[in-house]
């Protein structure tokens, strides 16, 4: 009777561990609430599900030890999404012991999770304790299997990729002003790249990427180019197996998530300030109260951008676009300007309607803008990220022409059904949510590489 109590409470703790906890009244789930799943910064979610909800009627404590019995610094920043749920997100910077996650009410003190694990739990920073891709992914609770990148190496299922890497380095070494892509090699867990091109700076992002996916997990000896610009390179006649952080429609590349969202998921509680977390804590209006008007603001990086600025100038009673940074069009600065003062982007979302036009390539704003609780006018493209193959139009995003015909009609048409366009919102929110959460961007680079090599290479 001892032995099988202990297997039901052991049993129960892993239920908890991973899954969270649902009572009555409150809900806990994320990949925070197992600290030895390592992540640049740890967080998790709360959901109370009683109407009446107030934030700081919750104490929340993380806390640990270091080795010699100080208090382990620990950072913890909590986020409220004004939905009865919050984030509590936090990050360690050394090694801790006894460490504890708590979460009560302080009226009642019920406690809601009270975690405590004996450690050692390692920071991001710490090359300390690694597992497998898999292992990983079933941990995080990631997909283990994403149509786009089925389909992105499926373009490539009758080409042996090491043999081309050698026509590859060849082409890109003789046109290194008009390209800039890096090799990497990964080999026994070391990373080794070389670089083609003018314009290398870019790198930094993907070596960052590694360098944190190498302290986490066991990678697999892989060989790839990754594309350090924005638009996509890999033609259908060539058929260069290159990763990129942008598609289209008339290329080839191998999709990966943005540098953007890569690096807000690699710094967030860290030297960025916006990332998919922190736009979820700093809505300030309500969908009653935000301004019925659609809006935009940006660089004069399309001329897209131009004419909806031009048809903002004639229809500011529902639509307000303004250029921030004449940079591509100086010449036009007098017809379009002045340049507004940029705004938060936090700002935003005090208006109902936000728009999602296309710059250089796609807008990599999207997955912010989409994670908000505004409703998303976006412009058909030929450009895509990683995920636009998971959404639908009319179900997570109002489709705009590309020449933006439509726009007008459509905005009047959303103002005068407030339900059917607060239902698209919080569609589109959910799947972000989902889908495009920190701990999501880093296992699709995961398992893009573990499905290319297992697929892809002899």
């Not at 030895?36 to 104490?59: G, H, M, S, T």
């Not at 292992?135 to 190496?153: G, H, P, V």
């Not at 299922?157 to 081309?164: A, G, P, R, S």
């Not at 180019?225 to 996509?232: H, I, M």
Request: hydrophobic share 35%; charged share 25%; with cysteine.
């Amino acid at each position: 009777m001892c032995t099988f109590s202990s297997i039901s409470l052991i049993f129960l703790l892993a239920i908890f561990k991973f899954d969270g906890l649902h009572s009555a009244d409150t809900t806990i789930w994320g990949p925070g609430l197992d600290p030895l799943i390592v992540l640049p910064a740890r967080y998790f979610y709360v959901q109370y599900d009683q109407e009446k909800f107030n934030i700081a009627d919750f104490n929340v404590l993380i806390s640990g030890k270091t080795k010699n019995g100080n208090n382990c610094r620990v950072w913890t920043n909590i986020l409220d999404r004004k939905d009865a749920s919050f984030i509590v997100r936090y990050k360690l910077y050394e090694i801790c012991y006894e460490f504890r996650i708590l979460v009560e009410n302080k009226k009642t003190l019920k406690k809601y999770w009270n975690y405590f694990d004996q450690g050692p739990i390692y920071p991001d920073e710490c090359d300390c304790s690694k597992v497998s891709i898999d292992t990983w992914l079933s941990n995080t609770k990631c997909r283990t299997n994403i149509e786009q990148i089925n389909n992105d190496l499926n373009q490539f299922k009758n080409v042996n990729f090491q043999t081309v890497f050698g026509k590859m380095a060849k082409f890109y070494s003789q046109h290194p002003h008009s390209t800039s892509v890096c090799h990497y090699v990964v080999k026994n867990n070391l990373i080794f790249r070389k670089c083609y091109g003018e314009y290398t700076g870019f790198k930094m992002f993907m070596d960052n990427l590694l360098l944190s996916l190498n302290r986490k997990v066991f990678l697999p000896d892989l060989e790839f180019f990754v594309n350090l610009g924005d638009w996509p390179l890999s033609s259908p006649k060539e058929l260069f197996p290159l990763f990129s952080w942008c598609g289209s429609n008339y290329s080839v590349d191998i999709v990966m998530p943005t540098y953007d969202i890569t690096e807000s998921a690699l710094e967030n509680m860290g030297r960025v300030t916006l990332d998919m977390l922190s736009v979820q804590g700093n809505i300030e209006k309500p969908w009653s109260q935000k301004i019925e008007k659609g809006f935009w603001m940006g660089r004069d990086s399309s001329k897209h951008r131009l004419n909806l600025v031009e048809l903002s100038k004639k229809n500011s009673d529902i639509l307000n676009a303004s250029i921030t940074n004449f940079f591509f069009y100086k010449e036009l600065k007098e017809k379009y300007g002045p340049g507004k003062k940029p705004i938060s982007f936090f700002k935003f979302f005090d208006y109902k309607y936000l728009l999602n036009i296309d710059g250089t390539v796609a807008a990599y704003r999207f997955p912010y803008l989409l994670v908000g609780d505004s409703l998303i006018f976006k412009q058909e493209s030929e450009y895509y990220e990683h995920f636009y193959s998971e959404l639908i139009p009319w179900v997570h995003y109002v489709p705009v022409k590309r020449h933006l015909d439509d726009l007008l009609d459509l905005i009047d048409i959303m103002m005068s059904d407030d339900k059917t366009a607060r239902k698209i919102s919080l569609n589109g929110q959910k799947y972000a949510r989902e889908h495009l959460a920190p701990h999501n961007i880093l296992g699709y680079y995961l398992l893009l590489f573990q499905v290319s090599l297992k697929g892809y290479y002899p």
